[in-house]
T-cell receptor, first 112, second 111 residues
Framework: EAQVTQNPRYLITVTGKKLTVTCSQN?????MSWYRQDPGLGLRQIYY???????DKGDVPEGYKVSRKEKRNFPLILESPSPNQTSLYFC???????????FGPGTRLTVT | GDSVTQMEGPVTLSEEAFLTINCTYT??????LFWYVQYPGEGLQLLLK?????DKGSNKGFEATYRKETTSFHLEKGSVQVSDSAVYFC??????????FGSGTRLQVQP
């Protein structure tokens, strides 16, 4: 089954404790992206990757890091989480940015 | 910059009612336009899309027409069902490698 998986689905952590949210896709897509969803703001792009070892900032990259060492994986790293990063995070993949994007189920992060 | 404006929700309708969710956009160039749907507890799914002016996207009884003259892409369905209850997002892509989303409109359909 074609899918995008994210782990964990729910995470509660404390300020400053480094965390990684994993994202994996099994569709051999070149394009992958991270979004955060906040009430009243829709989805905003954090980072994206056009291919292995090619990443770039989206609209709200501050406080986040990503890496793309393999085509299927695109982890999101918060080295020092803060409460303003409490949000619902979605990973997405696609053949290219102009094509349909397939979204993962989301990771709800709470930083206290 | 690019932006998408959607009508605020929630939109509450009775089953079999007609649905319209308004979406207007601001963009440079000629964007592709999308409607995504998010069911409770799930990620977003593409509902329909249109890539050029006057194109009509359709899927599952939903339709939207790309109107360049009014910069709009309103979502419509002739007869909604309870199972259509979800959050609907209008989005555009100008080719700058990101989707720009509206804030989402929650639809609640009552039996």
């Amino acid at each position: 089954e074609a899918q995008v998986t994210q782990n964990p689905r729910y995470l509660i952590t404390v300020t400053g404790k480094k965390l990684t949210v994993t994202c994996s896709q099994n569709m051999n897509h070149e394009y992958m992206s991270w979004y955060r969803q906040d009430p009243g703001l829709g989805l905003r792009q954090i980072y994206y990757s056009m291919n292995v070892e090619v990443t770039d900032k989206g609209d709200v990259p501050e406080g986040y890091k990503v890496s793309r060492k393999e085509k299927r994986n695109f982890p999101l790293i918060l080295e020092s989480p803060s409460p303003n990063q409490t949000s619902l995070y979605f990973c997405a993949s696609g053949k290219g940015s102009l094509y349909e994007q397939y979204f993962g189920p989301g990771t709800r992060l709470t930083v206290t | 910059g690019d932006s998408v404006t959607q009508m605020e929700g929630p939109v509450t309708l009775s089953e079999e009612a007609f649905l319209t969710i308004n979406c207007t956009y601001t963009a440079t160039g000629y964007p592709s336009l999308f409607w995504y749907v998010q069911y409770p507890g799930e990620g977003l799914q593409l509902l329909l899309k249109a890539t050029k002016a006057d194109d009509k996207g359709s899927n599952k009884g939903f339709e939207a027409t790309y109107r360049k003259e009014t910069t709009s892409f309103h979502l419509e369905k002739g007869s909604v069902q309870v199972s259509d209850s979800a959050v609907y997002f209008c989005a555009l892509d100008t080719g700058r490698r990101a989707l720009t989303f509206g804030s989402g409109t929650r639809l609640q359909v009552q039996p």
